[in-house]
């Protein structure tokens, strides 16, 4: 893995002051996301690093403003920060380092500034965010949200030459859907302490849970849970097993990075499949060494590409 200096000097990243901005997003991402940055910095090609984390700062300064108060509040950031955004893309020189960056990222790979305003959209849907109802309500969101989220990195990575664009990113929907449904089984307890959770409302009461149920949970609660865990887990694998064909639709550089996506969603399966009703009582991790294995196997996997 190269230094990050030379990393900037290999894509082109000389100016100073970017340089700085580039390397505040890279102590912001490896402190807020260090397993992701250890991930992108090891399997990842050199001259993607960059703009993908250029990518994951933004995200992340988006979702901060879009989950802090009250809704209203979050509304006017939201808006306050889409304009800056949009505003930057146009050629405007920001103060903001996070802004400084992408922008710098969108112009030398111009895809990006699309994959953005699909993001800044379904923002909106993250602001109003309050539950799902529907298994339609969740996949709305995926669609209105969680996907747009998941291109932002996605977009930046080359296609093999026989990839079909459409094909490409129906895999990545089908992944980031398994990721998300993970997210939330994981972060259950969490969320039903703030008093909304990501499973949907009929499947809570298919089971006979509430999310008041999942604040004080019983035994009989965790039952249920357990049941329901199942489930979601099941749904979970199944888009899992659908983006698979995602490794063979990126170059051979890129593919210990896409197999190392989909094996940790796996280890995560397991994990939360192992803890079932407990997750009432916190989420599931997978084991150190387990991740640890998934790293080193794809970065051997990385170095023979290389």
């Known amino acids: 893995m190269p230094t ?3 990393t900037l000097r290999q894509t082109g990243i000389t100016e100073s002051d970017l340089r700085t901005a580039y390397g505040q997003q ?3 991402v490896r402190r807020f996301k260090p397993e992701e940055f250890l991930t992108v910095r090891l399997l ?3 001259r993607l690093h960059p703009p993908v984390i250029a990518a994951v700062a933004f995200m992340h300064e988006t979702d901060q403003r879009v989950d802090t108060g009250p809704r209203e509040v979050r509304g006017k950031a939201l808006g306050e920060w889409a304009a800056a955004t949009r505003a930057v893309l146009d050629g405007a020189t920001p103060t903001d380092a996070t802004l400084r960056t992408l922008g710098d990222a969108a112009t030398r790979h111009p895809q990006l500034k699309v994959r953005v305003e ?4 379904g923002a909106r849907q993250e602001v109003e965010y309050d539950g799902f109802d529907t ?3 969740l996949q709305a969101y995926i669609d209105g949200y969680s996907l747009p989220a998941f291109m932002l990195l996605a977009c930046l990575l080359e296609l093999s030459d026989t990839a079909d664009a459409e094909v490409f990113e129906q895999r990545c929907r089908d992944l980031i859907e398994a990721m998300q449904r993970v997210d939330f089984l994981d972060d259950l307890a969490e969320d039903a302490a703030r008093g909304q959770v990501g499973i949907p409302g009929k499947d809570l ?3 006979g849970l509430s999310v008041e149920d999942l604040r004080a949970p019983t035994k009989a609660v965790r039952a249920g849970l357990d049941q329901l865990v199942g489930e979601q887990v099941e749904l979970a694998h199944r888009r899992l097993s659908a983006s698979r064909p995602l490794v063979s639709l990126v170059p051979r550089q890129t593919r210990p990075f896409i197999t190392a996506l989909l094996q940790v969603q796996e280890l995560r399966l397991r994990a939360i499949s192992r803890k079932g009703g407990g997750l009432a009582d916190g989420g599931a991790r997978p084991s150190v060494a387990a991740l ?13 590409t290389r």
């Open 135 to 137: 298994e339609d309500e």
């Open 118 to 121: 699909d993001f800044l959209r």
């Open 26 to 28: 890279r102590i912001f």
């Open 205 to 207: 009461e298919r089971h």
């Open 44 to 46: 990842l090609p050199t």
């Open 292 to 304: 640890l294995g998934v790293l080193a196997r794809q970065y051997r996997a990385a170095r023979r």
């Open 4 to 6: 990050w200096t030379r």
